[in-house]
């Protein structure tokens, strides 16, 4: 639905974003994450035909962007970061505006800002002046124009930005919702976010794709994922840390306070807990607490992201 | 082109016009200004004549400061408050835009100008003036009001500040009017070709307005005036463009 093929953009010598492929299919959610200034609202920014390509080509359902712009483009509902408005419009007159460029009228017309309202909750401030809304219902009522027209294509910079904690989680389970019928791209730099939504991750660094994949995928790059934490009654510890440490999948352990102990697997071995859980079974252990760590996106970014910023 | 596209944005533009406040207060300062212009400064009524020359020799200056006012939020604004960025990437082309940005802006200046009709109606109390050198001079104006919009509407598209847009438009405008001006043409008779000061002193909005303004409607004026139209509505084009391009 969404295909983006070695795009690349400069402005004047700055290569904002440098050879960038991926796609998304009807039903996925692409979490589009990188650091501040990486690249990530320019690479959104070409994909809703805002800004020309360098080079490379993006194609909305098969249709080119650069070549067919108009038709690419009613494909699109688009929220641009920090979600600008018409401050002297109200909501309605607003919404009004964007189906008459989207082309519904009479009763369509209404029936589709009234349902891009109740699903955006802007009942309360529907004739109230865009300038008087509070940050939250400005961000929903440019959500809601984004999606008055059912598009296939969702493209939400930052969707949840300046949002309360209600209004996030209202937020992610609409986009949830329509992720599963439309192809949507989020870009955000909250992590909980992509994994609360994204069914896919792209992590760009000084706009160099440098992972793609599941956010499951991405947890195991951590340093510590695969980390067995586990306590031990009633044994000594350092009898416990010697057995642990001869089975083959662990690299190392760690007594990390009394009788617990942190067990790192080698190259993030997956078989590590399996062995470690087969072999307190079998000495017949008493084990209070057992534990995986499955990794920690924060970490994985930081990893992933640092090295381009040092450079940069 | 779309029409249904241009429709739709100009209705926004107007719908905007309307419950601005600052619209209101610039047709109220615009009749006030082109009246006290008229009748005081003018000396309409200490003429003698039953025309409206001296209403409109003030429009020049008038839209000097009147035009840029208007026009200076047409792109700035858009651009500072990012909703450019929504605009262009909603299904209608930059040309689109354009068009529907800057007719509405003229519809609300040619708005602003019609409330004017009391000086026609008391002219024509007081005399039996010429109805189609009165027609021919409001259409001059509204053509020249139309020339400084495209200029303020491309001063717009270069800068995100409404100020700028305005200060750099009133000096272009300003340009137009004194390029042709007597006093600036003959400090140049001395060193310059005949031609090149003839060719300048064609760019100016004076000349044309002038001779338009008197009953004539002459098919050279009225291409001047589209052709500044055209020529700084393409400039908006390519500014916004290049703004796009990086």
Not at chain 1, 105 to 124: Q, W
Not at chain 2, 145 to 153: K, N, R
Not at chain 2, 235 to 244: A, F, Q, V
Request: proline share 4%; charged share 20%; hydrophobic share 45%.
């Amino acid at each position: 639905m969404i295909k983006v093929e070695n795009l690349s953009k400069s402005f004047g010598h700055k290569l904002a974003v440098d050879d960038v492929s991926f796609h998304v299919r009807r039903g996925e959610v692409l979490g589009f994450i990188g650091p501040n200034g990486a690249g990530k609202s320019t690479t959104m920014r070409i994909i809703t035909g805002f800004f020309p390509s360098s080079e490379g080509s993006v194609f909305i359902a098969d249709v080119n962007m650069a070549e067919k712009p108009l038709e690419a483009k009613s494909k699109i509902g688009y929220l641009p970061e920090s979600a600008p408005l018409y401050s002297n419009k109200t909501v309605y007159e607003f919404l009004s505006f964007a189906a008459d460029i989207r082309g519904f009228k009479g009763d369509e017309k209404e029936s589709r800002i009234d349902d891009a309202v109740a699903k955006c909750f802007l009942e309360p401030v529907l004739h109230q002046s865009i300038d008087t809304l509070s940050k939250g219902y400005k961000h929903r009522t440019c959500f809601a124009q984004a999606i008055l027209h059912d598009p296939d294509v969702l493209i939400l910079d930052e969707p949840t930005d300046g949002l309360d904690p209600n209004q996030k989680r209202e937020v992610r389970n609409l986009i949830k919702e329509m992720g599963k019928t439309k192809a949507i791209i989020i870009s955000t730099h909250i992590l909980e976010e992509v994994e609360a939504v994204a069914t896919k991750v792209v992590l760009i660094s000084a706009g160099r794709k440098v992972f793609e994949g599941t956010s499951a995928e991405l947890k195991a790059k951590s340093d510590k994922a695969g980390t067995v934490t586990l306590t031990i009654n009633g044994v000594e510890s350092e009898l416990a840390r010697a057995t642990l440490s001869n089975l083959s999948s662990v690299d190392g352990v760690e007594i990390a306070g009394g009788e617990v102990f942190s067990i790192t697997p080698k190259d993030n071995s997956i078989d590590t807990s399996k062995e470690v859980l087969d072999c307190v079974t079998q000495k017949g252990w008493s084990v209070e607490e057992f534990s995986i760590d499955k990794g920690r996106l924060d970490e994985v970014f930081h990893k992933l992201t640092i090295c381009d910023e040092e450079v940069n | 082109m779309s029409f249904r596209n241009i429709k739709a944005l100009m209705k926004s533009e107007i719908g905007s016009y309307m419950v601005s406040p600052a619209a209101y207060v610039f047709v109220i300062i615009f009749l006030l200004l082109s009246g006290s212009f008229t009748f005081l400064l003018g000396g309409f009524f200490q003429s003698g004549q039953a025309t409206l020359s001296v209403f409109f020799m003030w429009h020049p200056w008038l839209y000097l400061f009147m035009v840029p006012a208007a026009g200076m939020h047409l792109w700035s604004e858009e651009r500072r408050s990012g909703t450019l960025e929504l605009l262009f990437t909603m299904p209608v082309t930059p040309f689109e835009c354009i068009i529907a940005k800057f007719f509405a802006a003229w519809a609300f200046i040619a708005v602003g100008l019609f409330c004017t009709f009391p000086v026609v109606l008391t002219v024509s109390y007081l005399g039996n003036p010429d109805f189609g050198a009165i027609m021919t001079g409001y259409l001059g104006s509204i053509l020249m009001a139309g020339s400084y919009l495209a200029i303020t509407g491309f001063t717009s598209a270069i800068t995100r500040s409404q100020v700028v847009s305005f200060i750099i438009s009133v000096v272009v405008c300003l340009l137009l009017i004194f390029i042709g001006w007597p006093p600036i043409t003959n400090t140049l008779v001395d060193w310059a070709p005949r031609g090149l000061i003839d060719f300048f002193a064609s760019l100016s909005v004076m000349s044309h307005f002038e001779s338009i303004q008197r009953g004539v409607i002459d098919s050279r004026d009225l291409l001047y005036y589209f052709s500044v139209i055209g020529f700084f509505l393409f400039l908006t084009s390519i500014t916004l463009k290049n703004h796009r391009s990086g």
